[in-house]
């Protein structure tokens, strides 16, 4: 079936620091690959997304590419906020999927200090 | 601008009750899903209608049961809750080309 594992958090930066967090992905075919961030007290709200191998999704000053070698889709921020506190949620939709279901990454918390 | 709403936000239930939670969708979305989230879990998918008139089990359906009442409504019941549903529920839905809408959540507790 189709997984996605992404780092266990929590990760702690100060502010102006760089951020990665390492996603990758088993699914046959061709999915569909989205970077989701939960702030406190919210729901999901979509960051950015990649369709096809060697896309980039950008968002926000956060980036990620999709490489289909490798069977990732890192996420990167060059000099984290305060607000980007939150967790970050990778997941994809599997081509041909009934219904388009998102498969989920276990989430990975970024706290950034002043 | 309302997207999608859940209610209610918060519940407590005793072990045995029953409840349903309420999702609508003002996007004229085709799909809709109800997930659950847990402490390092992320979010799983419990069921998921494709369009209207259609309901489908995700990875962890047991103990729950679903309702598409109609295109904007997917509701989710619990029949007997159980200590192990407490969890944070997810409604969302998504057109055939755009990404998935949630709603804020509803944290639930079964004592």
């Known amino acids: 079936g189709n997984s996605v594992t992404q780092m266990e958090g929590p990760v702690t930066l100060s502010e102006e620091a760089f951020l990665t967090i390492n996603c990758t992905y088993t699914a046959t075919g061709y999915p569909s690959l989205f970077w989701y961030v939960q702030y406190p007290g919210e729901g999901l709200q979509l960051l950015l997304k990649a369709t096809k191998a060697d896309d980039k999704g950008s968002n926000k000053g956060f980036e990620a590419t999709y490489r289909k070698e490798t069977t990732s889709f890192h996420l990167e921020k060059g000099s984290v906020q305060v607000s980007d506190s939150a967790v970050y949620f990778c997941?994809?939709?599997?081509?041909?999927?009934?219904?388009?279901?998102?498969?989920f990454g276990g989430g990975t918390r970024v706290l950034v200090k002043p | 601008n309302a997207g999608v709403t859940q209610t209610p936000k918060f519940q407590v239930l005793k072990t045995g009750q029953s409840m349903t939670l309420q999702c609508a969708q003002d996007?004229?979305?085709?799909?809709m899903y109800w997930y659950r989230q847990d402490p390092g879990m992320g979010l799983r998918l419990i069921y998921y209608s494709a369009s209207e008139g259609t309901t489908d089990k995700g990875e962890v359906p047991n103990g729950y049961n679903v309702s598409r009442l109609n295109k904007r409504e997917f509701s989710l019941r619990l029949e007997s809750a159980a200590p192990s549903q407490t969890s944070v529920y997810f409604c969302a839905s998504s057109g055939l080309v755009t990404e998935a809408f949630f709603g804020q959540g509803t944290r639930l507790t079964v004592v």
């Open positions: 997941a994809l939709t599997a081509p041909k999927a009934a219904g388009n279901k998102l498969t």
């Open positions: 996007m004229n979305h085709n799909s």
